[in-house]
């Protein structure tokens, strides 16, 4: 890690073959929040991700911003201080009720943040990040409720609750089982907080932060970032894929996958760029599944999937890890707790991110060099194929 290097370390040799290869493993900066390791995944402030499953949401934020654990009273602290913060603007839901209900819910999500700056922004970079880390609940609800046509009779938002039970509150839906619905998705924000610096959602937030924009349009920003099909969608396109294969049959799954494969398709919820083995945030869902819900068609399918898949693509040589990753599973355990809409998924992955890159925005605002921030960010460019030219 660069915290052992001298200053005249070379990192990385840039040479021309990197160019317009989208900064790929140029190194650039470092982060305080999260890194990446080949066998264990991700790791929040040093901790193995699989260690902080079981951790509540609001501890996990404690640890982004913090960087060490809360005790109890630091917990307890922490939480009332997220709801002095959490509530959302009344005019908010005015601008919710002009959007277009067939936009995508990401566009609605950016919007939403957007909003929610445009009432209030306190130019104080920690003060901004935490109160939209205590509002997302609210807006998370509210735009499923305003997209959905079920503006009416909204809850209350009571903010003494968790941040995920305020989102299940607001929501409200007929014939769910809250509970579940509350640990699934507590689970799916803890596992996606996070994923080291240079991703490229986190990077857009922090090079909009770098040229002193808003929290707000900083994490709007991101948002649209995370919308792209190469990287957030993929979520969405995973539980797709799944409903596409459609069957637990294993031979008939490794007929599906090897057709997909046959017609240059990728096999979604497999493969990694960093890791070496499953992702541990796709064991813990698989193990969260098993308990919660082993007999839902979804999962059954995935089940099947994690079997066959990684025999299947490790024909493959080219193929560096065929075994499961993060999305495989997050989409089947959202379906079965009641949130049936995939494209509403990237959404939740969104939420989550507010935390992570909420963090490494005030770390490279206020705490990197030595609290001076990190400057505003300006890569280089070469003309290509240019000639000076003057206009006669
Ligand atoms: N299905 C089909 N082809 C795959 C594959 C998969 N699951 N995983 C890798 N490959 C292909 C790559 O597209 C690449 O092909 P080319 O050489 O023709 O470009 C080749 O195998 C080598 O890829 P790699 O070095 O093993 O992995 P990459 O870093 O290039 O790609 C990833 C990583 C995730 C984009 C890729 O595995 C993939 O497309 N997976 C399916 C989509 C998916 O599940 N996305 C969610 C990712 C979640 C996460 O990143 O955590």
New binding site residues.
Partial sequence: MVGYLDNEEVLCEVTENHLNTGLRGIPVGTCRTSFVTPDEGVHYCGYPISELVEYAPEDVIYLLFNKELPNQEQAAKFRSELSNRATVPEGVEEVLQSLPKHGHPMDWLSIGIHTLGMFETTGDWLEDALNLIARMPRLMGLIFRYREGRERDIPVDDVTKSLVARFVDTLDLAGIDNEKMTKVVSTYMVLHMDHGGGNLSTFTGKSIASGKATVYSAIAGAMNALSGPLHGR?NQS?LEFVLKVGTSDEEEVEKFVRKE?AERR????????VLSVE?PRATAQFELGQKICPDDENFKIIRALRKVAPKV?SE?K????PNA???IASGALLHHVGLRDPTYYTTFFGWARVAGIGAQIVDERVVMRAGRGVPIYRPKYFPENQELRHVD
Wanted: proline share 5%; glycine share 10%; aromatic share 10%.
């Fill in positions: 993929a995973c494969l990728p096999v979604f919820g497999f493969g990694h760029a992702d693509l493959n080219k193929i560096r890890n990753n993060v999305d």
